[in-house]
T-cell receptor, first 111, second 115 residues
Framework: DQQVKQNSPSLSVQEGRISILNCDYTNSMFDYFLWYKKYPAEGPTFLIS?????DKNEDGRFTVFLNKSAKHLSLHIVPSQPGDSAVYFCAGCSNDYKLSFGAGTTVTVRA | DSGVTQTPKHLITATGQRVTLRCSPR?????VYWYQQSLDQGLQFLIQYYNGEERAKGNILERFSAQQFPDLHSELNLSSLELGDSALYFCASSPGLAGRTGELFFGEGSRLTVL
């Protein structure tokens, strides 16, 4: 039962441009959404989160947008840098504290 | 370095066998989580322990079991292994029940290959 879906397995973007990663969810009980970033041979690391009472959260080059009515969130990276090349996981969390992750989107930033 | 240590990093075994994966959480973290990542799949939540007690259970098979010891390290036991159990198993820890705010710190994972 995939409660979180990342329909784009990969994304290639030129350095300096915007990266937009999309995520859809089905569980209406999710009240927190998070993005994790993973480099090869490393564990995922927390990137940014958003509460369901907000529609936008910004942290430096990273901004997450939430559209509750569409059950959709997106991560914007502006400007994209080579070090941003990684796998990005979207996750939803409800009050049972279990995170449900998507399958991930591999971002490649081209020089 | 997240501070979460997982051993072994790689493990190759045969079908029908049993293995134990070990996780040492960050110093001071009371919660330990286990996740499974199969090929092209997201991170599937298996189980969570908080201060030695099972706190939440996900899609963990009956052939799998886990525990958290008094020193807070955790072990994930996988038995009667099947080819489909081949995956990357991640352990994560957090200070409390803090998954909602992103305070999950992941280890590097244990890659299990079942032949």
């Amino acid at each position: 039962d995939q409660q979180v879906k990342q329909n784009s397995p990969s994304l290639s973007v030129q350095e300096g441009r915007i990266s937009i990663l999309n995520c859809d969810y089905t569980n209406s009980m999710f009240d927190y959404f998070l993005w994790y970033k993973k480099y090869p041979a490393e564990g995922p690391t927390f990137l940014i989160s958003i509460s369901s009472i907000k529609d936008k959260n910004e942290d430096g080059r990273f901004t997450v947008f939430l559209n509750k009515s569409a059950k959709h969130l997106s991560l914007h990276i502006v400007p994209s840098q080579p070090g941003d090349s990684a796998v990005y996981f979207c996750a939803g969390c409800s009050n049972d504290y279990k995170l449900s992750f998507g399958a991930g989107t591999t971002v490649t930033v081209r020089a | 370095d997240s501070g979460v240590t997982q051993t072994p990093k790689h493990l190759i075994t045969a079908t029908g066998q049993r293995v134990t994966l070990r996780c040492s959480p960050r110093s001071g973290d009371l919660s330990v989580y286990w996740y499974q990542q199969s090929l092209d799949q997201g991170l599937q939540f298996l189980i969570q322990y908080y201060n030695g007690e099972e706190r939440a259970k996900g899609n963990i098979l009956e052939r799998f079991s886990a525990q958290q010891f008094p020193d807070l390290h955790s072990e994930l036991n996988l038995s009667s292994l099947e080819l489909g159990d081949s995956a990357l198993y991640f352990c994560a820890s957090s200070p409390g029940l803090a998954g909602r705010t992103g305070e999950l710190f992941f280890g590097e994972g244990s890659r299990l290959t079942v032949l």
